[in-house]
């Protein structure tokens, strides 16, 4: 005879099994039971790897395209969002319709970070127009009647607990062309947001899969 227990507990899944033997005894009534007992342990808590946990912001890097960006953005808070969009397009046939197909029809890329320091710099690269000298004591941000969006190539460096390193490489993106400052209490924050463009190279000049121009999403793991 098998006797089966199965409990909801801690992970993982457990199978213990070990011999019982109950003496018979005609006087007292008692039965000899001699078979399995089988212990099963189900457990509700997932597979997991401690190494791919992260936390924090990280640097942002901007700079001209065609070239690896090593400048800094400086400091910054709330964290850096990358989204990534495949626009659906349903293809819908049959009566009653249904759904047969799903395809994209355009694939859109977008960083954004919130920068608390005053910097023209980085301020002219969101609005998409030319960098001028901001080093001496008076600086003045203007623009106008320019139609060109000047481009820039943009690297994110984020350091995880473990020591992986990711990186998010926009290997040519165009500012939002917004950028909107709040004069309030606290620390004045200045909003960066910068859409990815195709490019066919990388910034060593090497040619591009067509499966790679938009971005790339890489983790160099220790």
């Known amino acids: ?75 910054t808070r709330n964290g850096a969002v990358l989204t990534v969009e495949r626009k659906q397009e349903e293809v819908w046939a049959g009566a009653p319709l249904t759904r047969i197909d799903v395809l994209a029809v355009r694939e859109n890329v977008t960083f954004s970070i919130v920068g608390i320091e005053w910097n023209f710099s980085n301020l002219a690269r969101v609005l998409g127009i030319s960098v001028g000298d901001y ?33 998010i490489k926009l290997w040519e993106s165009a500012g939002s062309g917004v950028s909107e400052v709040r004069f309030e209490e606290g ?21 591009l899969n067509e499966d790679r121009r938009l971005f790339e999403i890489e983790r160099i793991k220790v």
């Open 1 to 75: 005879m098998s006797i089966v227990f199965i409990l909801i507990d801690e992970p993982p899944l457990v199978s213990l099994s070990t011999t019982i033997t109950i003496t018979a005894d005609p006087i007292n009534l008692s039965i000899a039971l001699a078979g399995t007992f089988e212990l099963i342990i189900i457990s509700n808590y997932p597979d997991y790897d401690i190494n791919n946990f992260s936390v924090g912001n990280g640097i942002l890097y901007l700079g001209l395209v065609g070239v690896t960006p090593t400048i800094d953005v400086g400091a």
């Open 187 to 207: 620390l004045h924050e200045l909003v960066y947001s910068f859409e990815a463009q195709e490019s066919k190279f990388d910034w060593a000049g090497n040619s």
């Open 135 to 167: 080093s001496g004591n008076i600086e003045n941000l203007t623009f106008d009647k320019d139609p060109e969006f000047r481009p820039t190539s943009l690297l994110f460096r984020h350091v995880t607990p473990v020591g992986h390193t990711i990186y």
